[in-house]
C-alpha cells in the first residue's frame, strides 16, 4: 500500500494532480476510524491527511471554529467544551459500533455526515458547517462559505461536501459553527412501551411545545448487559421510552413535569437528571447495544432513515421477521438495525420493507465479503442516480477520489 502523508493544501493538491495523470484512484483518510463503512475500495494508493490537525481559529464569543480536517474529533471537542460549547448535532463515535479506539478526525464527521440524537431540534452536521477549503478531482483548490453565519458567497458546496464520503473533494479545512452547552438537561423515561405505542408517545411528545431535544425507544432484547448509560437502567426486561428536555434548570424542571402530564396516558414518566441523563443519550447516539464486542457484535447493523410516523412498525416488522434487534432514535425517524448474519445481510428484505415505508438503508456494518456483494448505500431512483453522478463529474469526472465507496460494479 502505497501511502502519502500531505503536510498541508498544496501537498493534497500536488498528490491529487499526480493521480489524475496516472489515473490512480486514491482513498482519502483521516485516522482510518470510518474504513469499514461503504464498498471497499479497490485502490493500492491512500492519501493520509491525519497530519492536517491544527485548530486555525476559534472564537468562542462568535460561536464558530476553524479547523484542519485531518484534527482528531475528540481533541477539538475537549476544546470547546473548557468553553462549555459544543457541536449541537452531536456526532456520532463509531468506535464501539465499528470496533477499535475512538479516533475519528474533523474531516470523516463532515463526509460522514452521521449526526446523534439531538438532529431533530438541531439540524445535521451540513447545517453547521459554514465554510469549506477543499481540493477537487482536478486537483484545484476551492474555497466554499466563509466565518459568519450568514454568508452570500456563490453556490452553497458545502451542503454538498457534508455527507459526500470524500468522493467529490479532499477537504482540508472546515469552518463550523458550535453552540453553547445546555446548563440542565432532563429526561423521561417511560418502561414497558411497545414499538408502536412508544412512537405514538414519541410522536406526541415531539409534536408537544415542551421543545423535545430526543426521543428514542430501546426494546427490553436489546439492551446491554454490560455497559453504563443503558445498562445503569435497572430492569432490563422492560423497553424503554426515552425523551430529553434541555435548557437553564428552572424551565427544564418545569418542562419536564408539564410533558410527564400530557403523556400520562402512556404510563408514568420516571425522571433522569443531568449526568444519568447524559450517560444514556451517549449510549443511544453511539448504539452501544450493538457494539462490535457485544453480544451481537458479530451481526451486520443497519441505519434506517424512514418517516417518523412509520418508524415503530417498520422496526416491529423488521425485528420480528428476522430474528433481530431495533433501536429508535428520532423519535421513530432513525432506526438501527441489528440483524442475524446471512450472507447478503438481508439486504432484499430490508430495502422491499424500507421501500415500502418511503425511506432509505445503509449497510453500516458488515464483513468486507459480504459489502463486496451487497450495495451498502441504499440504490438511488434513476433520475436522482444520474443527477448525482453529473454533479459528481463535476467536481472529479476521472473518478480518482474515493472511487467504489458509494456504489459497486461498473457505476463505481
Known sequence: MDTMRVRDARDVEQAVRAAVASEQPLEIIGHGSKRQIGQPIAT????????????????????????????????????????NQQFAFEPIDTAALLGGPSRGTIGGMIGAGLAGPRRI????????????????????????????????????????????????????????????????????????????????????????????????????????????????????????????????????????????????????????QDAASEGVWTSVRDVRPFAADGALGMWPVWRIVCP????????????????????????????????????DAQAAMVRARVDAAGGHATLVRAAEEVRRHVDVFHPQPGGLATLSERVRDSFDPKHILNRGRLTRGPAA
Not at 199 to 223: E, I, K, Q, W
Not at 237 to 264: Q, Y
Request: net charge neutral; hydrophobic share 45%.
Open 44 to 83: 493500492n494508493a491512500l492519501l493520509d491527511l491525519s497530519a492536517l490537525n491544527a485548530v486555525t481559529c476559534y472564537e468562542p464569543n462568535e460561536l464558530i471554529i476553524t479547523v484542519q480536517a485531518g484534527a482528531p474529533l475528540a481533541d477539538v471537542k475537549s476544546l470547546i467544551d473548557s468553553k
Open 121 to 272: 431540534k438541531a439540524g445535521a452536521a451540513r447545517d453547521h458547517l459554514l465554510g469549506a477549503h477543499a481540493v477537487s478531482g482536478f486537483g484545484d483548490s476551492f474555497k466554499a462559505g466563509g466565518r459568519v453565519v450568514k454568508n452570500v458567497t456563490g453556490y452553497d458546496l458545502c451542503k454538498l461536501l457534508a455527507g459526500s464520503w470524500g468522493t467529490l473533494a479532499v477537504m482540508t479545512e472546515v469552518t463550523l459553527k458550535v453552540m453553547p452547552k445546555p446548563e440542565s438537561e432532563r429526561t423521561l423515561l417511560l418502561r414497558g412501551l411497545d414499538d408502536v405505542t412508544a412512537n405514538r408517545a414519541m410522536t406526541a411528545a415531539l409534536g408537544s411545545p415542551f421543545d423535545v431535544s430526543g426521543a428514542a425507544h430501546v426494546p427490553s432484547s436489546a439492551f446491554p448487559a454490560d455497559f453504563g448509560g443503558l445498562g445503569a437502567l435497572g430492569n432490563q426486561r422492560e423497553a424503554v421510552t426515552l425523551l430529553r428536555l434541555e435548557g437553564i434548570p428552572a424551565s427544564v424542571t418545569h418542562r419536564a413535569a408539564a410533558l410527564g402530564r400530557l403523556l400520562a396516558r402512556f404510563g408514568a414518566a420516571e425522571i433522569l
Open 308 to 343: 417518523p410516523a412509520s418508524g415503530g412498525a417498520l422496526g416491529q416488522a423488521l425485528a420480528r421477521g428476522t430474528g433481530g434487534d431495533v433501536i429508535y432514535d428520532w423519535g421513530g425517524g432513525l432506526i438501527w438495525a441489528a440483524l442475524p448474519p446471512k450472507p
